[in-house]
T-cell receptor, first 114, second 113 residues
Framework: GENVEQHPSTLSVQEGDSAVIKCTYS??????FPWYKQELGKGPQLIID?????GEKKDQRIAVTLNKTAKHFSLHITETQPEDSAVYFC?????????????FGKGTKLSVIP | DAGITQSPRHKVTETGTPVTLRCHQT?????MYWYRQDPGHGLRLIHY???????DKGEVSDGYSVSRSKTEDFLLTLESATSSQTSVYFC????????????FGPGTRLTVL
């Protein structure tokens, strides 16, 4: 089955700096890669996603890049703000014979220091 | 907000007792999922459903069963709870149209003493 590795597990940045979180996946048939943000005591919230026919996608301060050859994808947050502090999860999906199963990374705790 | 509610939100129970968690959705989505979240493990799939009475196992299904007798409700049952099942449980739905995107409920924190 699919295996998703996520790095780093913790990340501290100064407010205004950029943050980058990286994930690798094992199944070359995976074709959908979402990112979730989870605040304390809440469920994961989808923040951005990308499909394998696209190399990069942006939404305001957030961007995701995908390298299918290397089987890795990254989340980029620019101009970080204290409210960006949360746990971020990457995931991969696509080869589960219609089950639409997601396999998640173990998460990155991002702390933005004011 | 994907119209997902989970109940109870918190539960403390004793080893060996049965426990049922409920996930309720208001938008008639076909696919529903149960995950558990533990420190250092991220989110792991327990079971999922692709329609009424249609369910399948996920990565960590041992010790859990599920039922879906109507579209809006997906139940997760721990027949005899163990301390290793202490976790936060999340339900998710997948919207239709061929997309893989899943949306999560608020979670249930379960403690097994």
């Amino acid at each position: 089955g699919e295996n998703v590795e996520q790095h780093p597990s913790t990340l501290s940045v100064q407010e205004g700096d950029s943050a980058v979180i990286k994930c690798t996946y094992s199944d070359s048939a995976s074709n959908y890669f979402p990112w979730y943000k989870q605040e304390l005591g809440k469920g994961p919230q989808l923040i951005i996603d990308i499909r394998s026919n696209v190399g990069e996608k942006k939404d305001q301060r957030i961007a995701v890049t995908l390298n299918k050859t290397a089987k890795h994808f990254s989340l980029h947050i620019t101009e970080t703000q204290p409210e960006d502090s949360a746990v971020y999860f990457c995931a991969a999906s696509g080869s589960g014979a219609g089950s639409y199963q997601l396999t998640f990374g173990k998460g990155t705790k991002l702390s933005v220091i004011p | 907000d994907a119209g997902i509610t989970q109940s109870p939100r918190h539960k403390v129970t004793e080893t060996g007792t049965p426990v049922t968690l409920r996930c309720h959705q208001t938008e008639n989505h076909r696919y529903m999922y149960w995950y558990r979240q533990d420190p250092g493990h991220g989110l792991r799939l327990i079971h999922y459903s692709y329609g009424v009475k249609d369910t399948d196992k996920g990565e960590v299904s041992d010790g859990y069963s599920v039922s879906r007798s109507k579209t809006e409700d997906f139940l997760l049952t721990l027949e005899s709870a163990t301390s290793s099942q202490t976790s936060v449980y999340f339900c998710a739905i997948k919207r239709g149209g061929g997309t893989d995107t899943q949306y999560f409920g608020p979670g249930t924190r379960l403690t097994v003493l």
